[in-house]
């Protein structure tokens, strides 16, 4: 009798208010941590589990520019084209490279026949204006048979690399018009090699096609 009068003293024991608070707040701690834990154990295994070094790898859309700009899928770069530039001007075009590319005054566009001079910055200084500091820093991967594209007054123009190579800061003989026959049209991109440096330039040909 006295064991049974016992057990239910036991279930007749009332829990205070803050004692059901606490059991509650640990049961909770409880199922947290073995949720986390069964987690960790099957993540490895999980088939949609995302890898988000990936996304940071997957390049954004490269702007068109279409009233006149560069587009260089290859090297995931796109700018303005500022035309009308004077090359031997340095006020002048380093002003204009601020903004994007720049186009020789002397350039045909390319509906014409005839040759474009574009130029801009491989490497520029950290604290100088503009956003264009490293556009033509990869310059050097295009190689022949790669093409990019060329927007003027919302039209896309195709080009296709067929030369490319480093020359000296004062060989300007990569200013006259390349095209040896009068219905080319052609483009010269040059920037300075190796970036951060100006004794050299890489200069990249191409033709419309």
Known sequence: MRLIKFKRTIFKTKISKKGKIALFVLSVVLMVGLVYLVYQNNQTDLPFKK????VENIPQPLEKFEDYG????????SAPIISGIDIFDQNVYLKAIEKGVALSKDSKNP???GNLFIFGHSDYLYTAPGNYKEVFKELDQLEKGDQFKIYFEKVPYIYEVF???VVDSK???VLDPTPKIEDDKTVTIMTCHPPGTTTKRWVVFAKQI
């Open 111 to 113: 509906k014409e026949f």
């Open 70 to 77: 560069l587009v260089i899928e290859k090297i995931n770069q």
């Open 51 to 54: 890898d988000f070094s990936l």
């Open 171 to 173: 060989d300007f003989s």
């Open 163 to 165: 030369d490319s190579k």
